[in-house]
């Protein structure tokens, strides 16, 4: 079946680095895509989303990357700090109208 | 953002008793909400959807006479564990969305049954 995932479980990144994390998706006919950033015992949180007419755009500290060739996407931090240690999930809104979560990447700070 | 609340956020309760968690979107009408159930370590599982006054459209696989939700209200919505066992002990999240395609989700409610 169609499914959003995610290329690696965990990333440990040094403090002030800068972070990539990257996600698949199989579905062509997805036209959003958002990162939800998950700490310990909480819920998910939206960091950015990116619609498919973009193959980019920025936030604060983040960027999220499009490849609708290739069906990738990715979230890119920059300066990493710790309060950035969580599990990040990439999500799918496929034509279904329902979000299709990735497996999640654990993220792990280094000071 | 949007804020959505979830209550109770940790519940304990035995086995064979009945857990209500509600969620509520406290500043914004919502259209739809979700119910996602997380297991530790793993992504979150799409339960149902509901929409306001309708009832709730169930993923396969998922028991509608077990878990019983109610969307009475455009800000509120409820998820009813009935007849609970151990192996329903999970993290419950909801999330709900308005009028645009952005979804907003609770804090989650940490059940476990004994």
């Known amino acids: 079946g169609e499914s959003v995932g995610l290329h690696l479980p965990t990333l440990s990144v040094q403090e002030g680095d800068n972070s990539i994390i990257n996600c698949a998706y199989s579905?062509?006919?997805?036209?959003?895509f958002i990162w939800y950033k998950q700490e310990s015992g909480k819920g998910p949180q939206f960091i950015i989303d990116?619609?498919?007419?973009?193959d980019k755009r920025q936030g604060q500290r983040v960027t999220v990357l499009l490849n609708k060739t290739v069906k990738h996407l990715s979230l890119q931090i920059a300066a990493t700090q710790p309060g950035d240690s969580a599990v990040y999930f990439c999500?799918?809104?496929?034509?279904?109208?329902?979000?299709?979560f990735g497996a999640g990447t654990t993220v792990t700070v280094r000071a | 953002g949007a804020v959505v609340s979830q209550h109770p956020s940790r519940v304990i309760c035995k086995s064979g008793t009945s857990v209500k968690i509600e969620c509520r979107s406290l500043?914004?009408?919502?259209?739809?909400m979700f119910w996602y159930r997380q297991f530790p370590k793993k992504s979150l599982m799409l339960m149902a959807t509901?929409?306001?006054?309708?009832?709730?459209?169930?993923e396969q696989g998922v028991e509608k006479d077990k878990f019983l939700i109610n969307h009475a209200s455009l800000t509120l919505s409820t998820l009813t564990v009935t007849s609970a066992h151990p192996e329903d002990s999970s993290f419950y999240i909801c999330?709900?969305?308005?009028?645009?395609?952005?979804?907003?989700f609770g804090p989650g409610t940490r059940l476990t049954v004994t």
């Open positions: 579905n062509s006919a997805s036209d959003y």
């Open positions: 999330s709900a969305r308005g009028r645009g395609d952005e979804q907003y």
């Open positions: 509901s929409n306001e006054g309708s009832k709730a459209t169930y």
């Open positions: 990116i619609r498919s007419n973009m």
């Open positions: 999500a799918e809104f496929g034509n279904d109208y329902k979000l299709s």
């Open positions: 500043d914004f009408q919502a259209t739809t």
